[in-house]
């Protein structure tokens, strides 16, 4: 029986992790929460049937019987309670993003690496039944050299009214660290992770500031935005591949989007996990063009998936099923985006 605390229990604790442990009846046992927020701490804690409950997390890691923990606070503090997790002995799975940029992520894996505990990233999106059929379709040889992809997140009306999505501050940034980072992970999942080399892009604050904006997610504090609401990048990795990147809160299009395009030289996959169908293969044979739609996908709640992936790697001693790694190398390519948004030149990445 692993032991888990959450440090952080607000929203996505509360609608995701807390109730995704509570699920693994036989696995693992939520026995402490923290929050800043007393009532926060103490209702989640009784309404999951925690034994205990802090408004100081170092309290929370101070339980010698504690195992693992999910960090589910705000951007600006996930470094520090991992870190400390870390040392102490404790696992973490830690909502993404990773941090808030490339060096907070760094120190974040090298905690990792010397206590020897797993850090998982809380990217949900590739365990959905989606992206674990093009994971299997594509490792086996299917589209051939993926050597293009573009990968969209996109709002109409969906700045958050709430929280600190609009303080670059304590996010870090906007759409694109917040949502763009879920398929772009996603993405690179899919090609296989590689090495990212260079990027260029560009961000834009063209709605956040006004008043005349409707907010289909709650009216922002426009005085308070200091976040992009839009922005792309152009990620170039060490085989040559390409990925473009879009992200917004806020935009004049049809509808929103979630997605990505995949093209290989042997065929090409278009991933749309909200939309009828929600996958799509195109390729040729014998000089005759195939679409082809794939039928009974499984159906997954990713967030319980994951969840349930990071007890099992801690019992079974598996390597952590999203690598610190990787949400690093998600870090220096949106720190790269947003440096070249800065500069208007390319930005080398060094992972």
């Known amino acids: 029986m692993i032991n888990i605390g959450i440090i952080g229990s607000g929203g996505i604790a509360q609608a995701q992790h807390m109730p995704a442990y509570a699920r693994l009846t036989d696995k693992a046992q939520i026995v402490a929460v923290a929050d800043a927020n007393e009532e926060t701490a103490r209702s989640a804690a009784e309404k999951f049937g925690a034994q205990r409950w802090f408004t100081d997390y170092r309290e929370l890691l101070a339980m010698s019987e504690i195992d693992a923990v999910s960090v589910c606070t705000p951007n600006f503090m996930h470094m520090e309670p991992t870190i400390a997790a870390l040392e102490s002995g404790k696992h973490v799975l830690c909502e993404k993003p990773l941090a808030r940029n490339a060096d907070e992520a760094r120190k974040m894996v090298e905690a990792s690496r010397r206590s020897g505990k797993i850090l998982q990233v809380a990217l949900q999106w590739r365990f959905t ?6 994971h299997r379709y594509i490792g086996e040889g299917n589209l051939g050299d993926v050597y293009f992809a573009r990968a969209r997140a996109l709002r109409r009306r ?6 600190v999505f609009i303080d670059k501050e304590k996010q870090g940034g906007g759409p694109l660290i917040d949502i763009g980072v879920h398929i772009l992970d996603a993405t690179l999942w899919l090609m296989g992770y590689p090495k990212p080399v260079s990027v260029y892009g560009s961000a834009y604050a063209k709605f956040g500031h006004r008043h005349d904006v409707v907010g289909l997610m709650g009216q922002w504090d426009v005085e308070k935005f200091s976040v992009e609401d839009y922005a792309v990048g152009l990620i170039k990795f060490d085989n040559g591949a390409t990925v473009s990147l879009e992200s917004s809160f806020c935009a004049n299009i049809a509808q929103d989007e979630f997605n990505t395009l995949l093209l290989g030289d042997k065929g090409g996959a278009y991933a749309d996990p909200f939309n009828n169908p929600p996958c799509q293969i195109f390729t040729e044979q014998n000089k005759t063009l195939f679409d082809m739609t794939p039928r009974h996908l499984p159906e997954i709640n990713a967030y319980h998936a994951e969840v349930e992936a990071f007890v099992d790697a801690i019992q079974n001693g598996k390597p952590s099923p999203v690598p610190g790694e990787q949400g690093l190398a998600l870090n220096l390519i949106l720190d790269g985006i947003y440096r ?12």
């Open 340 to 351: 070249s948004a800065e500069t208007g030149k390319e930005v080398e990445i060094a992972l």
């Open 129 to 134: 039944g989606v992206a674990q059929f093009l």
């Open 158 to 163: 969906g700045i958050p009214g709430w929280g």
